[in-house]
Each structure stands twice: as structure tokens, then as C-alpha cells.
């Protein structure tokens, strides 16, 4: 049986992320858990987020769940969403600044209120980036598999990631600025949209990660 971890640090209602992967992998075992030996244990490992940075990585360490990240994300298939993406670089500028998990190169920057105009009708654009947004795929992936080019998927955030290696960027976005959307490396692929919410376009990437061997 194909088994999933979704991870639970206690921040956040995460059942939305459970309830579209089962309905994509129906046979699936899926698990929203906290426990690090039922994450070592799955075949994959689903690491959503919202809220802050800081507390989700401290909430990461007290539970001990980020060694088990730390580790299984090397060997699984692993899928970030959200701050499950802005975690996995070097440092981000909320709540003063905060070390990231130092995956992936790059930091993690706030949206430049005085800059969020948007260059084609001059439109003031809000802090947070909330809506749908087109995601350009900068790099052929199995996760873009029947996925058309600039899909459409629903994004909140009010930080963005700034990658410093862009081998590793495979989505990108602008609002104001152009940001990355979607990064990978090895069995690694994080998003900053929300594909639990993105109806069709989310629905074909979960259903894509289901079946991926971790392979590029």
C-alpha cells in the first residue's frame, strides 16, 4: 500500500491537504501525524504549512520531527507546500529574521510594499499575494506531468522565496516581483501555491506526486 505522512506541527488546519490527496489516491494510506517514527515508517512525506516561519520551526525541533525531516527528505519522495517550501531555504526576513532549515540556497523575503504596482496596468497589488496566479514551469518535471504551461493555482503568502540556485527553481511568478513558485532538487519538490486548493491543475500535481519514484 502506498503510504503518505502528512506532517503536523500543530500549526494550522492541514485536513484540506489529507482530504485532496485521498481523493486523487484513494488506495493511499493516508496519515496527518506528528509522530517521527510513523514519518520514517511512510513512503512519502507531505510537508504543508502556514503561519510563521518561527514557530514552525521551533515547533519542528520540539517535537523532533526536524531531524526526521531532515533525514527522510533525502530518501523520499517529499512535497512542500507553502511555508513547507520557505522553510526548506537558508534564512527568511520574518519576525526579524530566521534560520531556515538550509536545504535549499536562497532566503526568504518579504513582498516591498512600496514597490507592489503591477507593471503592465499600474494596479497597487496587496500584501499578502492572495488568489489565483499563473506558474511558469521553468524546467520539465514528473510533477508538471498534464499540467499545461502557465496553469493557474491559489497562492497566500506575504513572503516569497529569492533562490540563489536556479537549477533548482521549476515554477516561477510575479506579482510586483517574480518569485519562485515551485523548487526541486532530487526526490525534493516544494510549492508556494496551495494545489489542495488549486481544483484541477493542484488535483494533477498531488496525483503526480503519488506516483513519482523521486526521480527527475
Known amino acids: 500500500m502506498n503510504t503518505v505522512a502528512v506532517i503536523d506541527y500543530g500549526m494550522g488546519n492541514l485536513r484540506s491537504v489529507c482530504k485532496a490527496i485521498e481523493h486523487v489516491a484513494p488506495a493511499a494510506r493516508v496519515t496527518l501525524t506528528s509522530d517521527p517514527e510513523e514519518v520514517r515508517r511512510a513512503e512519502r512525506v507531505v510537508f504543508p504549512g502556514q503561519g510563521a516561519i518561527a514557530g514552525c520551526v521551533a515547533a519542528l525541533v520540539e517535537s523532533g520531527l526536524r531531524d526526521t525531516l531532515l533525514q527522510t527528505m533525502r530518501i523520499k519522495p517529499f512535497l512542500g507546500i507553502c511555508l513547507g517550501l520557505q522553510a526548506l531555504y537558508d534564512f527568511s526576513e520574518e519576525g526579524g529574521g530566521t534560520p531556515g532549515l538550509g536545504i535549499l540556497r536562497g532566503q526568504v523575503r518579504r513582498f516591498p510594499v512600496e514597490k507592489m504596482t503591477d507593471p503592465e496596468t499600474g494596479r497597487v497589488l496587496k500584501v499578502p499575494h492572495m488568489g489565483w496566479n499563473q506558474v511558469h514551469q521553468m524546467t520539465p518535471h514528473p510533477l508538471w506531468n498534464g499540467i499545461p504551461q502557465d496553469a493557474r493555482f491559489y497562492f497566500v503568502h506575504s ?25 526541486a532538487h532530487e526526490n525534493i519538490f516544494a510549492v508556494q501555491f496551495h494545489p489542495e486548493k488549486s481544483q484541477k491543475a493542484g488535483l494533477r500535481l498531488l496525483e503526480n506526486f503519488m506516483t513519482w519514484d523521486g526521480g527527475s
Open 159 to 183: 513572503y516569497y522565496v529569492d533562490s540563489a540556485d536556479p537549477s533548482c527553481v521549476t515554477g516561477a511568478t510575479g506579482y510586483a516581483v517574480r518569485f519562485t513558485s515551485a523548487a
